[in-house]
C-alpha cells in the first residue's frame, strides 16, 4: 500500500477535520494562522492553490495516509526548480495520532521517489525546527544529510527560529 497519494479536492473535508483537532499538537511547528486555515473553506482555498501550482509545476502536494487509506497528514514537494539547478525543498506533517508509527518516514520515502524518479531532479532541502529530532530522525533515515544551520529562518509560533538544514541528492546523478 501506497503511504502518500496526490491531494485532490476531495481531501478537503479531512484535513480540515485534522487541522481542527491536531490544531494544538501542530502549533508549535507551524506559522501562525489565522482561524480560516481550520475551516472547510480555508482547506479549500490552500487545496485549490496547491493545484494551481501543481499544473504549473512548481509543486506535487500530497496526502499521507494510514495503514487504512486515510488521509492522516501533507506532504509536499515545493520549490521545484529546473535548469542546472534541479532542486526542490520538501515538508511534511502527520497528525498526533498517527505520529511514531512511521508514516512520515514511509512518505519521505515515496516522495523521493516521485522527485529524483518522476522528476529527475538532482537534489531535495528540507529544514526542521533546530531542536525537532523526531523530525530529523525521519530526514536521517531517508538518507538526508545535515548540511547547516540556518538562524532566525522562518517564523513559526509567532517568533523566528532557527532551523536545520538538510539535504539529500539524487544517487543517479554521482
Not at 473535508?13 to 506559522?31: G, K, S, V, Y
Not at 515545493?78 to 532542486?87: A, D, E, K, L, M
Not at 529524483?116 to 530522525?137: K, W
Request: hydrophobic share 40%; proline share 4%.
Amino acid at each position: 500500500m501506497n503511504a502518500i497519494r496526490l491531494l485532490t479536492l476531495e481531501d478537503v473535508p479531512a484535513l480540515a477535520e485534522l487541522f481542527r483537532t491536531n490544531r494544538d499538537f501542530l502549533a508549535p511547528w507551524e506559522p501562525d494562522r489565522g482561524v480560516d486555515y481550520f475551516t472547510i473553506d480555508g482547506q479549500r482555498a490552500v487545496v485549490e492553490e496547491a493545484l494551481e501550482r501543481y499544473e504549473q509545476g512548481l509543486t506535487h502536494p500530497h496526502v499521507i495516509l494510514d495503514e487504512g487509506g486515510h488521509v492522516v497528514g501533507r506532504i509536499n514537494i515545493g520549490n521545484i526548480v529546473h535548469g542546472p539547478f534541479q532542486s526542490c525543498g520538501v515538508g511534511y506533517w502527520v497528525s498526533e495520532h498517527a505520529n511514531g508509527r512511521g508514516l512520515a518516514t514511509a512518505a519521505l520515502s515515496e516522495i523521493k521517489e516521485v522527485a529524483f524518479g518522476r522528476l529527475g531532479l538532482h537534489r531535495i532541502e528540507a529544514g526542521t525546527l533546530a531542536d525537532n529530532t523526531r523530525s530529523q530522525r525521519v530526514l536521517e533515515k531517508n538518507g538526508f544529510a545535515r548540511f547547516g544551520l540556518a538562524p532566525s529562518y522562518l517564523q513559526i509560533a509567532g517568533r523566528w527560529q532557527d532551523h536545520a538544514l538538510y539535504q539529500a541528492l539524487n544517487p543517479l546523478h554521482d
